[in-house]
């Protein structure tokens, strides 16, 4: 697996198979909707693209805001690591998955994912506009849960209770749960 000029027909052919195999569920007491496999997922496959309108950084603020205000949120920078040494006025994106995504943006975070992010570019060499590919990080069992880490890792110690009244609470329930996800 590499970040970087993914071969488009494979993409393509591990989606069709994947894609029918995934399931949407809730678990409305703990964290609201989430996607599942309903067969096994190999280490290293490719399972699925997260897609959405693709906005620019001073519309995704906009969104953020009222989406934060909801509690809810689909936006995914594509600053995250594909444009180090960009500056927000060279035309940064987000993808906003709230009215166009597919069944990606029900994936839920985890402190200890089974799926991993990679930017891949596809048709398309602007650095800015990586299609954002989600790959098997170990062997998922059908009926288990998909997730990846949203990279919101900066852990708040117990005492910091002004930081924790401005973070989501992490409710992963893995052994390796930081708590809270900072916004």
């Not at 969104?63 to 600053?79: C, I, N, P, S, V």
Request: include cysteine.
């Amino acid at each position: 697996m590499h970040d970087a000029h993914v071969d488009r027909i494979a993409v393509t052919g591990l989606c069709n198979a994947v894609r029918r195999s995934k399931q949407l569920f809730t678990k409305p007491l703990i964290k609201g909707w989430g996607l599942k496999t309903l067969q096994h997922i190999p280490k290293g496959t490719f399972v699925v693209e997260y897609v959405g309108e693709v906005i620019t950084f001073d519309e995704a603020e906009q969104r953020g805001k009222e989406y934060d205000a909801q509690g809810l949120t689909w936006l995914f920078d594509l600053d995250y690591q594909t444009t180090e040494g960009l500056d927000v006025d060279d035309g940064m994106f987000t993808i906003d998955a709230a009215f166009y995504g597919n069944t990606s943006h029900f994936i839920n975070h985890s402190c200890d994912p089974n799926l991993a992010v990679f930017s891949c570019w596809i048709s398309n060499l602007d650095i800015r506009l990586p299609h954002i590919c989600l790959f098997a990080v170990k062997s998922i069992a059908a009926g288990e849960e998909l997730t990846f880490n949203y990279q919101i890792d900066r852990i708040v110690e117990e005492d910091n209770r002004a930081a924790q009244r401005l973070s989501v609470e992490c409710r992963c329930g893995t052994k390796k749960c930081i708590r809270y996800l900072h916004g």
